[in-house]
């Protein structure tokens, strides 16, 4: 028996560390094509500090490449694990915060307030508010959505219910655009085409503490989430405290997404197609490797659809949602054709 | 003998249970005691509350009344973890398990026993092949779940619940949709593990008969309430069988430990001249084709007794290893005459029924058609005649063939045979 010990699936092994190439090599792309090529070691030297800040290349690269590429490599990740806890919830592979109309909700939610505190004549919110806002929003769209899921066992029941409830969400936030001065919202109506760009210093730190903090959580609770996977009456007969880990799962699971589309506004498929791209590369359903797994993969595809979608047709700038709908919902379709199971 | 010796504890415990959902009552005023190392089968008709039960036994259900305590000690005390080391559950829901190896699928199981990130310490390892071997499932280590055959994805469901090594088992309809084979193996594998490990298991089945050859108890449960709970030889008789599943079509015989298809009500008439099991399959045979079955004499011990008894046969008895009588033998007369065919089944002739021979010899007097299933030399030398009315048959099947071929041309059995 002792050569069997060693059965367990070790592909992560070889896969981690090709994802982290091919994140750096995306990052370096983002960070030198644009309207100004900035070469590699330029990029350095700037870092570095070797190049004076004074110049244009290192302003450009410091205020806006950098926030860009580590807001979308962050927002990617974020969304792709968020997307993955969904999943596990509602144990159906199609299934992700926009989807479901969560990040509509959280895009609403942010609505109500900025434009309200811009009609009040308040300059801006404060980052702390939109994240808030979003993550309120967020919740209220997932409790209606877990709410009707309960009663209704179907798959595709939940998607409709989940693009239902995003369509009366989006659906607000233009009667909200309609009714505000036209002036004022035209930052809003670019936030909720969904980008990455205008990212602050102050917001890329506040995604990365608060992010991060909730990424560890879901990472340790791997293995209550695994058991999930089996369904709940076999998750709690094996010892996982179904109540409690429930409502935990779908706080993170909001909060994550709400945290992404307060500062980048809706952002679709990549919180879907991600946990299900490294289902197939990993060849398992072990959270313990997906969870970092969708963080890297969620990097790299983000950062690649964004530089897709600034570059393609420069200097006109294409909405991020617009590429990632591309892969994506390819990766819906075929995975409801292929559905072998029913759930 | 372990058995005897670590009986004496209870494992579960049900005082005065009531179960249901919220304040719907499905059954009412449970009482059992279940020990160490013992089956218990529910037994009862759909949608009557056995799963009910046992999702309240896995506390996947609150109870509505009265208690249950595992290992002496009220089951709502225990913490999830810590019930999860004692209790594991086989259920019935379907589960999405691709990408699952069966290794991987197994090892599951050690969820309550693993550390915080559930990382598989070699100890887990082990005790996960130890599961895999005791359900034969040790080729299905490597292999994907969702390319298994339901059989096979059984026995690693069955797997994980013993690598969570727990000392309880709860099983939902462990069998169903299973072919034989794999229907006979799950139900092996239950029992050997309650026999060797010592493991308790409780499981809804529906198979009477497979429950009373694993069961150390059964519990009837219809209408609203277990009916009765105990011993298999003690509760399951055929009218409790009957009534259980308010089956008017078939007989279950506590002896055989089968449910028998009553007879149809046919017009043909068969007598059979049987015993030592040589008329068993033969009337299931009849029976099934609509014929109506007369059959004698037959001590009360024979299988034939007891499967012609199943089928609703009319029986002339004699009483166990009693020899066969004059009067025993005259009572049979009447159904020879109204009989359309008379079979010997080719029984062995010994001593006690070797009267039985005279009835063939009687049905041949009659003019009644004689199927015997005997050499031909043999029926010749036992029953002293050679009438043309003793059709030979070299087995069963041809007997079968020849029956059968009779019975469907209605009524011209009888003259097609003379001629």
């Known amino acids: 028996m002792e050569e069997q010990k060693t059965i367990e699936n070790r ?19 983002n960070l030198s094509i644009g309207t100004a090529e900035i070469k590699i070691s330029e990029i350095l030297g700037i870092i570095t500090g070797r190049i004076s800040p004074e110049i244009v290349e290192s302003f450009i690269l410091l205020k806006i490449r950098i926030p860009r590429l580590v807001a979308a490599i962050l927002g990617g990740g974020y969304l792709a694990v968020s997307g993955l806890l969904m999943q596990v919830y509602f144990r159906n592979p199609i299934v992700g915060p926009y989807i479901l109309g969560i990040s509509s909700g959280a895009t609403l939610a942010v609505g109500i307030v900025m434009l309200s505190a811009l009609s009040l004549g308040f300059a801006g919110v404060s980052p702390y508010m939109t994240v808030f806002a979003a993550f309120v929003g967020a919740c209220v769209v997932m409790i209606i959505v877990v709410f009707v899921a309960s009663r209704m066992k179907s798959v595709i029941a939940l998607l409709l219910i989940g693009i239902m409830v995003g369509y009366i969400a989006s659906a607000m936030t233009d009667m909200l655009v309609a009714f505000a001065n036209a002036e004022k919202i035209k930052g ?30 879901v990472y340790l609770m791997s293995k209550p989430l695994n058991a999930f996977l089996l369904g709940e009456d076999y998750a709690q007969s094996m010892g996982v405290n179904i109540k409690f880990f429930r409502l935990i799962l779908i706080l993170l699971s909001c909060a994550l997404a709400a945290l992404v589309t307060a500062g980048a506004g809706p952002i679709g498929f990549i919180g879907m197609a991600v946990p299900h791209m ?62 072998r199971y029913s759930l | 003998m372990n058995r005897v010796a670590t009986g004496i504890n209870s494992v579960v415990e049900m005082k005065n249970l009531t179960v249901g959902y919220g304040i ?39 109870k509505i009344e009265g208690n249950i305590f595992i290992n002496d000690r009220p089951i709502e005390r225990y913490g999830q973890r810590e019930l999860a080391r004692n209790l594991a559950v086989v259920l019935t829901s379907r589960i999405n398990t691709e990408l699952f190896t069966g290794f991987e699928f197994t090892a599951m199981g050690r969820h309550p026993h693993t550390g915080f990130l559930g990382a598989l310490a070699d100890r887990d390892r082990e005790k996960v092949w130890e599961a895999l071997r005791l359900v034969n499932a ?29 000392k309880i088992i709860i099983l939902d309809e462990p069998t169903a949709h299973l072919d034989l084979k794999h229907q006979m193996e799950i139900m092996a594998i239950l029992r050997d593990s309650c026999r060797e490990k010592g493991l ?40 409790n069988v009957s009534e259980l599943y308010d089956i008017d079509g078939a007989v279950y015989d506590r002896t055989i430990g089968t449910l028998e298809m009553k007879g149809g009500s046919g017009t043909k008439k068969v007598f059979c001249v049987s015993g ?51 009067e025993m033998i005259s009572n049979c007369a009447g159904p020879i ?41 043999d029926a010749g030398r036992l029953l002293k005649t050679d009438s043309g009315n003793l059709v030979a048959c070299q087995s069963e099947v041809q007997l079968l063939d020849k029956l059968g071929a009779m019975v469907t041309t209605q009524g011209s059995g009888v003259r097609s045979l003379n001629e």
């Open chain 1, 11 to 29: 592909r992560h092994i070889y896969i981690f560390p090709v994802f982290v190439l091919v994140l750096v090599i995306s990052a370096i792309f």
């Open chain 1, 188 to 217: 809003f109506v670019l936030w909720g085409m969904g980008s990455f760009s205008g990212f602050s210093w102050n917001e890329i730190y506040i995604m990365l503490v608060a992010g991060g903090i909730m990424i560890i959580g």
């Open chain 1, 278 to 339: 490294t289902r197939i590369l990993f060849k398992t359903q072990n959270n313990r490797v997906l969870i970092p797994a969708c963080m890297l993969l969620g990097g790299i595809m983000t950062s690649i659809c964004d530089l897709i979608a600034r570059t393609a047709f420069s200097p006109a700038e294409l909405p991020l949602s617009s590429i990632t709908a591309i892969f994506g919902a390819p990766i819906v379709i075929g995975l409801l054709v292929k559905r």
């Open chain 2, 24 to 62: 719907k009552e499905v059954l009412t005023g449970i009482q059992a005691n279940i020990s160490r190392g013992q089956f218990v089968s529910l037994l009862g008709p759909n949608g009557v509350g056995k799963t009910t039960l046992l999702r309240t036994l896995s506390r996947h259900l609150q």
């Open chain 2, 138 to 166: 040790v080729n299905l280590a490597e292999r994907q779940m969702d390319q298994l055959s339901d059989g096979e994805k059984q026995k690693l469901f069955i797997a994980r619940a013993l690598a969570q090594e727990p």
């Open chain 2, 200 to 239: 308790t298991i409780i499981a809804s089945l529906h198979d009477v008969g497979v429950a009373a050859r694993v069961s150390d108890q059964v519990a009837l449960i219809k209408d609203g309430a277990v009916v009765a709970w105990g011993r298999p030889e003690e509760v399951l008789t055929g009218t």
């Open chain 2, 276 to 326: 030592a099991g040589t008329g068993a399959t033969l009337f299931r045979f009849l029976s099934k084709n609509g014929i109506n079955i007369a059959t004698g004499v037959l001590n009360d011990n024979d299988v034939d007794h007891h499967v012609a008894n199943a089928l609703g046969a009319h029986i002339i008895s004699a009483p166990a290893f009693e020899q066969i009588t004059e």
């Open chain 2, 337 to 377: 005459r109204e009989a359309d065919y008379v079979i010997d089944t080719g029984f062995p002739v010994r001593a006690a029924n070797r009267m039985n021979t005279e009835l063939i010899t009687y049905a041949l007097a009659q003019g009644k058609p004689v199927f015997t299933l005997r050499k031909a030399e």
